[in-house]
């Protein structure tokens, strides 16, 4: 049974100064946290000063809450849809040509259920080139979507995909 009182998160590596994240959440609430549809090469540039590798041609639109920018990497020709989240507690790895489309969520941490203390657990998320995430589908820790995926809406993916997959569903499986 957990305990939350027994929560310890002290281990966890943040990847930066705790200076630098706060920085890092000021900008993000001034450029990325409304609805102002400000250039993406606005938020490109402070992704990027934040240690974000990412190509060109990246489109970033509003809302896009992104937790730690020093652990993700983008292909070109990313779009970043309206309200996307990507909790990167762990590293992120977007590919070339991949389309995020509105409220998908990656989520690279969890915890785990079994200890008593509720222990969090973080793995990376791989999304090959040419792949969409489409509305509201959810990526979990770990998981691996091959070349010219098609992850659909509201789609719940757990596991590895192979490429040219066509994923569906709650829990996502492969569609026809």
């Not at 222990?119 to 990526?139: G, Q, R």
């Amino acid at each position: 049974m957990i305990k939350l009182s027994q929560f310890d998160n002290a281990s966890f590596d943040r990847g930066v100064p705790r200076w630098k994240e706060a920085l890092w959440v000021l900008a993000k609430a001034i450029l990325f946290m409304h609805s102002i549809p400000l250039p993406s090469a606005i938020k490109v540039a402070t992704l990027r000063f934040f240690g974000a590798k990412i190509g060109k041609g990246v489109v970033i639109r509003s809302r896009a809450n992104i937790s730690f920018p020093w652990r993700i990497t983008l292909g070109d020709h990313v779009w970043i849809g309206d309200d996307v989240t990507i909790l990167s507690l762990d590293h992120i790895m977007i590919g070339s040509h991949v389309c995020l489309s509105q409220r998908a969520f990656l989520c690279t941490g969890s915890h785990d259920f079994k200890s008593a203390n509720f222990e969090l657990v973080t793995k990376p998320i791989m999304i090959e080139d040419h792949c969409w995430i489409a509305a509201t589908a959810f990526i979990g820790p770990g998981v691996t979507l091959g070349k010219g995926s098609l992850a659909a809406a509201g789609a719940v993916i757990t596991k590895d995909f192979p490429p040219e997959s066509k994923i569906g569903g709650n829990p996502a499986r492969s569609l026809r």
